[in-house]
């Protein structure tokens, strides 16, 4: 490898030369950093594809593969492509698939959401037929489902019925259980969902189902190419009466606390970069499985800058997906899982580290 060093400017010959008496560091950190396998040998942290759960939006149909703008390839699958992408993952030694649906039709209700036809849990049964060695995860929420897009019925006045909207979900991952799902993930952020849950599961005898509770989801406007994903923006209003303000950092652990009294196996918080110091304080305090949820815009801000060639996607994408399993969490959810499980596998084999 040749390198090219920037000329020396004239001037620099006659400049003073530094004062050379200083006193040597005795510490040199980078003496670690000489190669590229004294790096690999110190690297505290590493990506394992086993960790990575890759969202997959399902639609009904056959056949179709539907690019969405804002999330370059990622697409909306029918459940029979759904069933193709995911022994695609468990090839690759992806951990999850985390099952998103669109129904073809929603109401009030969001009664699509828990139909033992609807889109996710058909895709569940196709998925479970391949016997392939991945986790399957169900989001388990309603505003993809409901004409009005928020994440529970509504009262009078506008506002999610939180007490109403418990049933449903309860109804929701019953139905998800009862077509495959390993793993329910509440994400309404309505009060005591992960007990409902809980309770209709082991009434219902799915004892071995798990909970990953969105323990901690903030009202992020990084949600935004997901609600165009899933077509599942607020008619009106938004979701800050129900997830919480980005702001609050000891409500969040309470939120976790109180997921954890309830019955949460996993507990998920959620966005990620913006939540890294939430990752390390729940690693801290709760001795649960901890996952992050890199969400979509940022991976669109990351995908986006990347199309531009402003920055080197590919290595960013490490970048951020590192710190937050160095931040503490052992799960991460993340759209670009397949990306990095094929990175991950080259560098193992190509020597690219
Ligand atoms: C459903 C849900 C959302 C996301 C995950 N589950 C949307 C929202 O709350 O508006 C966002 C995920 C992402 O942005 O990648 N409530």
Not at 43 to 70: H, K, Y
Not at 296 to 320: L, N, P, Q, V
Request: charged letters at 25%; aromatic letters at 4%; proline letters at 6%.
């Amino acid at each position: 490898m040749s390198i090219h060093l920037p000329q020396q400017s004239p001037s620099a010959t006659t400049r003073v030369q530094p004062d050379r008496k200083v006193a040597l560091p005795r510490d040199r950190p980078r003496r670690l950093r000489r190669t590229a396998a004294l790096r690999a040998l110190v690297r505290e942290t590493r990506i394992d594809p086993a960790m990575l759960v890759a969202p997959l939006f399902v639609r009904s149909g056959r056949g179709l593969r539907e690019p969405i703008a804002a999330m370059p390839g990622v697409d909306r699958l029918s459940p029979d492509e759904a069933a193709l992408e995911v022994e695609a993952l468990a090839g690759l030694g992806v951990g999850a698939v985390l099952l998103f649906g669109l129904p073809a039709d929603k109401d009030l209700d969001g009664s699509g959401a828990w139909e033992a036809d609807g889109v996710v849990q058909q895709a569940l049964v196709r998925i479970r037929d391949l016997d392939v060695p991945i986790v399957l995860a169900a989001d388990t929420c309603l505003c993809a489902y409901t004409s009005h897009g928020h994440c529970g019925p509504l009262l009078q006045d506008g506002t999610v019925d939180n007490d109403a909207a418990l049933e449903r979900l309860a109804t929701t991952a019953v139905s998800q259980a009862r077509a495959g799902a390993d793993i329910v993930a509440p994400s309404a952020m309505m009060d005591g969902q992960v007990a409902a849950i809980r309770g209709a599961l082991d009434e219902a005898g799915h004892t071995g189902t798990a909970i990953m509770a969105y323990a901690a989801k903030a009202a992020s406007a990084f949600y935004g190419p997901f609600r165009e994903a899933a077509d599942s923006s607020p008619v009106f209003g938004d979701r800050r009466g129900y997830q919480m303000d980005p702001a609050n950092g000891r409500e969040a652990l309470r939120e976790m606390e109180l997921d954890v009294a309830e019955g949460a196996d996993i507990l998920l918080v959620k966005p990620g970069l913006p939540s890294l110091d939430l990752v390390a304080a729940a690693k801290e305090r709760f001795d649960l499985p901890i996952a992050v949820y890199q969400v979509s815009g940022e991976f669109a801000m990351i995908r986006a800058a990347a199309d531009r060639g402003w920055i080197d996607g590919r290595r960013a994408m490490t970048e951020a997906v590192t710190s937050m399993v160095r931040a503490g969490a052992g799960i991460v959810v993340t759209y670009a899982a397949a990306e990095l499980a094929r990175w991950i596998a080259e560098e193992r084999t190509g020597g690219t580290r």
